[in-house]
Structure formats: C-alpha cells, structure tokens
C-alpha cells in the first residue's frame, strides 16, 4: 500500500473468509423477570400453526418463537430506554426547580417516585448487559 504522511509502510493482511455472519440467538435472562412473559410465549407457541411431521413441527415453531422473541425483546428494550429517558428529563426540570425554589411535596414526591423508577430499570439494563 503506498505511503500517505509517515514513513511506515501500511501492508493488508487477509486471513480468510470476513463474511458477516448471522448472529446466533441469546436467550437473556432479564426476560424472565418481565410479568406476564411465560403467558405470552405460551400463547405465541399455542398460536403456531404447523404441519407435518413432529420435528418439523418442532423445529418450525422454534424458529418463529425465535423471531417473535428478538422482535419484542427490541421493542420492550426501546422502550425502556425511552422510559429512561423521559424520566431523567422529568428528574432535570425537577433539579433545576429545586435550585430556585424548594420543592413543594408533591414535586418531591414526584421526584422520589421517578428515582424509584429509574431504579427499576437500571435493575432491568443491568440484567440485559449481563
């Protein structure tokens, strides 16, 4: 490769095949602790249509809960990261208020009430990073 500004010579080193690859599926286990998550799945599983033999069966429905999972683990995950952060832009006005004039006690319950929330989903990131 030639030389652009430095007196070192780039070189390319090709080890094989880079081809992207389709990611394999990951179950996350924050998913657990979402209410009503086995219900849901079961009703997608029992709304599954499928003939032909039982491990066609099987392996068909397996690959549409797979898709219906990731499409609502984004969702659900979006979500929370929106939820996130219209709470911390709530929390913002709030702290601003506070430094001109002390908080009456519903603000500060308010206040308290987002910390809490903030909280919880801090929890459910927590789980989903892991």
């Not at 430094?99 to 987002?114: C, F, G, H, N, P």
Request: hydrophobic fraction near 40%.
């Amino acid at each position: 490769m030639p030389r652009v500004t430095s007196d070192h010579s780039p070189i390319i080193l090709e080890c094989g095949d880079w081809e992207q690859r389709h990611s394999y599926f990951k179950f996350e286990n924050w998913w657990l602790k979402v209410e009503g998550f086995n219900e849901m799945v079961q009703e997608w599983w029992n709304g599954f249509i499928v003939e032909g033999c039982p491990d066609y069966k099987l392996c068909t429905k397996l690959i549409l809960l797979k898709q219906k999972l990731k499409e609502w683990s984004r969702k659900t995950f979006s979500e929370m990261a929106n939820r996130k952060n219209s709470l911390l832009e709530e929390l913002a006005v709030l702290d601003r208020t506070q430094e001109d004039k002390e908080l009456s006690q519903e603000e500060m319950m308010v206040r308290a009430t987002i910390l809490v929330e903030l909280e919880v989903l801090a929890k459910y990131e927590e789980e989903f990073v892991a």
